[in-house]
């Protein structure tokens, strides 16, 4: 796997800044905010080989997601078995996509209004390019897909690059999770009255809202049996994965957390764990107000007891929310934790709240005997999804 994020652009970078603590958090640097009431975002320093620029079909988005996927390349080994292959698949999870390319189009033509042409145009661009870029680096004629699940996708993707790898549809799958910063979802999460001025809070009272964030992730996945055939180095294992849809509101989650405890018990049952085996939860965790309440409730459907209840984190304390980058980004947080035995912690804590009766792993990192840990991911519209990961030294369920 490979990971370009705000606190970290390889594994050991970013392993490192989640147990340091290391804020992602800084002044917006992309686009002028001067005139907004927010000015903090969680944005990516990085620089693009001029030999990957041939490859590049779209903007900001395709660049990060190509950055991950070599390095996820390279650790697992795959690039003589990825080359010209028709048998590997590609699975992008984004909620946007390129967008910043339509956001520098717009501000070349200042002197005039959009119109209604090209605002429409925006609803349609191309989500696909992304895909495009990956299979191009590699000369890959395999399937290419794209799934738009908002900030669920990048979960998604990695779930249906699984589900492709085991029912024997591929060899190989190549599960991606990306998001370019754009004014256009900065300005969205403002008007929604979603984000915090400073310092995102998961699960702290009084928390004030989200940090906008950028990022990728790339996973390489297939069947055991090819991986050791191969003499490659398992990190882990998909044993399940939960989807479900709130079919509540736009944007807001259904206040139970309905949806949420049916993502989570769903990856259970594929998996063939009992609730009480899991180890850790890599939450959600936006540092909004409804949505931790929301993980809160679900959280006690699917671990009714207290005294079993597993801990759980957030990491978007220090990334903030990369949007459909943080499923893939926060899957590969969970195996890092699994493969060293630590619970990254819930930074920026500061505050118990009644809503969010859970053990959040405030601040400091926790040692831990890990097995099996569930990945959640939430968005708009409701989308629910869960992973479930496992141990390379506990095998597949």
């Known amino acids: 796997m490979g990971v370009i994020t705000p606190i970290g652009q390889d594994l050991d970078s970013f392993w490192s800044a989640l147990q340091t603590g290391k804020q992602g958090a800084a002044p917006v640097r992309s686009f002028d905010t001067s005139d907004l009431k927010t000015h903090v975002g969680c944005e990516v320093d990085y620089e693009l080989p001029e030999a990957l620029r041939p490859h590049v079909l779209g903007g900001r988005c395709t660049e990060l997601a190509l950055l991950s996927v070599i390095q996820a390349v390279e650790q697992a080994g795959a690039e003589a078995q990825l080359r010209g292959a028709a048998d590997v698949a590609v699975v992008v999870g984004t909620t946007m996509g390129d967008v910043a390319t339509f956001e520098q189009d717009r501000?070349?033509?200042?002197?005039?209004?959009?119109?209604?042409?090209?605002?429409?145009?925006?609803?349609?661009?191309?989500?696909?390019?992304?895909?495009?870029?990956?299979?191009?680096l590699y000369g890959l004629t395999g399937p290419v897909m794209t799934v738009p699940n908002a900030c669920a996708a990048g979960a998604y993707?990695?779930?249906?690059a699984a589900s492709m790898v085991s029912r024997g549809q591929v060899r190989m799958a190549l599960a991606v999770g990306c998001e370019g910063f754009s004014r256009l979802a900065f300005l969205g999460f403002q008007r929604l009255g979603a984000m915090s001025a400073d310092r995102c809070r998961p699960f702290s009272r009084n928390r004030p809202g989200l940090l906008l964030?950028?990022?990728?992730?790339?996973?390489?996945?297939?069947?055991?049996?090819?991986?050791?055939?191969?003499?490659?180095?398992?990190?882990?294992?998909?044993?399940?994965?939960?989807?479900?849809c709130d079919a509540f509101h736009i944007?807001?989650?259904?206040?139970?957390?309905?949806?949420?405890?049916?993502?989570?018990?769903?990856?259970?049952?594929?998996?063939?764990?009992?609730?009480?085996?899991?180890?850790?939860?890599?939450?959600?965790?936006?540092?909004?107000p409804l949505n931790d309440k929301m993980?809160?409730?679900?959280?006690?459907?699917?671990?009714?007891?207290?005294?079993?209840?597993?801990?759980?984190?957030?990491?978007?304390?220090?990334?903030g929310h990369m949007m459909g980058a943080a499923g893939a980004v926060e899957a590969a947080a969970s195996l890092l934790a699994l493969e060293h035995g630590v619970i990254p912690p819930t930074w920026n804590w500061e505050e118990a709240d009644p809503d969010c009766d859970v053990d959040c792993v405030p601040n400091e990192p926790r040692a831990a005997e890990l097995r099996h840990?569930?990945?959640?991911?939430?968005?708009?519209?409701?989308?629910?999804?869960?992973?479930?990961l496992s141990s390379p030294t506990t095998g597949p369920s």
């Open 373 to 388: 840990v569930l990945s959640n991911s939430y968005a708009f519209g409701g989308n629910n999804a869960s992973l479930l």
């Open 251 to 288: 944007t807001g989650p259904h206040p139970e957390g309905h949806g949420a405890a049916r993502a989570m018990q769903d990856a259970l049952t594929r998996a063939g764990i009992a609730p009480e085996k899991i180890d850790y939860i890599n939450a959600h965790g936006t540092g909004t």
């Open 107 to 136: 501000l070349a033509h200042r002197e005039r209004q959009a119109s209604v042409q090209e605002l429409s145009s925006l609803a349609h661009r191309p989500l696909d390019v992304m895909g495009r870029s990956v299979a191009s």
């Open 213 to 244: 964030g950028e990022g990728a992730a790339a996973l390489v996945v297939e069947t055991e049996e090819t991986a050791r055939r191969r003499g490659a180095s398992i990190r882990g294992f998909v044993d399940g994965f939960g989807l479900s």
């Open 157 to 160: 993707a990695l779930g249906r």
């Open 295 to 319: 993980e809160s409730l679900a959280l006690r459907r699917v671990f009714p007891d207290d005294a079993s209840r597993p801990p759980l984190s957030s990491i978007k304390a220090l990334t």
